[in-house]
């Protein structure tokens, strides 16, 4: 997610609140955020990934996904 894109998102955010958005800046609104929200996954899962638990005794894991 460029910052580019993240200008235009608050752009469109502002405007709806102004004046309100055509069809085509709505679409474009929902396209903008899905890839903000799949982006920031994405990054959020690499860190866990990589995330590292050090126990009081100096043993090392890596998290892992909990299951219900």
């Known amino acids: 997610m460029t910052d ?3 200008k235009r998102i608050n752009e469109l955010a ?3 609140k102004e ?3 055509t069809a085509a ?3 474009e609104q929902q ?3 899905r890839e903000y929200i799949d982006s ?3 990054s959020l899962r690499s860190q866990l990934e ?3 638990i050090v126990e009081p ?3 090392r894991h890596r998290v892992t996904k909990k299951e219900n």
């Open 4 to 6: 580019e894109q993240i």
């Open 14 to 16: 502002k405007k709806k």
């Open 19 to 21: 004046s309100g958005l």
């Open 25 to 27: 800046e709505t679409e």
């Open 31 to 33: 396209r903008l955020r």
């Open 40 to 42: 920031f996954r994405e």
């Open 50 to 52: 990589s995330t590292v």
């Open 57 to 59: 005794d100096g043993t």
